[in-house]
């Protein structure tokens, strides 16, 4: 089988060009489409999430809102290293904002994924460490644990390591979950925090 070459950096940027300009979901978007991505093509760590809140949505930054903060103290990195091209990518499974339910956003809009996700993930193949945050994001990386609970696939976190990890997703809203489960921040933070360190030296 012959291995494709590497996308050139005018075809990567013009891929992402197209991902931001894109209006597929624009019907079903209660804010309209504002895809919300971060991607290098020499990207070491990838943080695969589920999609921007309305903070992100307004800004244009990918986590750039409470559960940002916590996440990068889960990966023991600050602003500039987070928002580093040359070393994090951020794909959520869904790039805009897809509105709010009774229980707070709504799933990611499920015709993002299979429009850009592989041809994403394909232009960068330097990823290392994928972090795979929430039930959507793992049900994609992850299928292979679908029989799993969030709760379950977290704890089996050694069975990707250190190619992957599982996560809760940093959200406030899972606080309660964080303080059920503190063999979270016993165990999967330090080891996370070790491999990104040395990640991004």
Not at 54 to 83: C, N, Q, T
Not at 90 to 105: A, H, K, N
Not at 144 to 169: D, G, N, Y
Request: glycine share 6%.
């Amino acid at each position: 089988m012959q291995l494709k070459p590497p996308m050139t950096e005018k075809a990567f940027k013009i891929l992402l060009k197209e991902v931001r300009a894109c209006t597929l979901c624009a019907k079903e978007l209660p804010l309209g489409p504002r895809p919300v991505l971060q991607a290098g093509a020499d990207a070491r760590i990838l943080i695969a999430g589920q999609a921007p809140g309305v903070k992100v949505h307004e800004s244009g930054v990918p986590f750039a809102d409470a559960s940002g903060d916590r996440l990068r103290e889960w990966m023991g990195i600050d602003k500039k290293i987070f928002y580093d091209t040359s070393l994090i990518a951020i794909l959520p499974m869904g790039f805009c904002y897809p509105g709010t339910g009774s229980s707070g956003d709504v799933a990611p809009r499920r015709e993002c994924a299979p429009e850009w996700r592989e041809r994403l993930l394909a232009a960068m193949p330097k990823i290392e460490l994928t972090l795979v945050i929430g039930q959507y994001a793992q049900a994609w990386h992850m299928p292979e644990t679908s029989e799993l609970s969030l709760t379950e696939r977290v704890q089996a976190w050694r069975a990707a390591w250190p190619k992957m990890i599982p996560l809760p997703h940093p959200s406030p809203r899972n606080n309660i979950w964080l303080k059920k489960n503190p063999w979270f921040d016993e165990e999967v933070v330090p080891a996370l925090r070790k491999r990104v360190a040395k990640m991004v030296k």
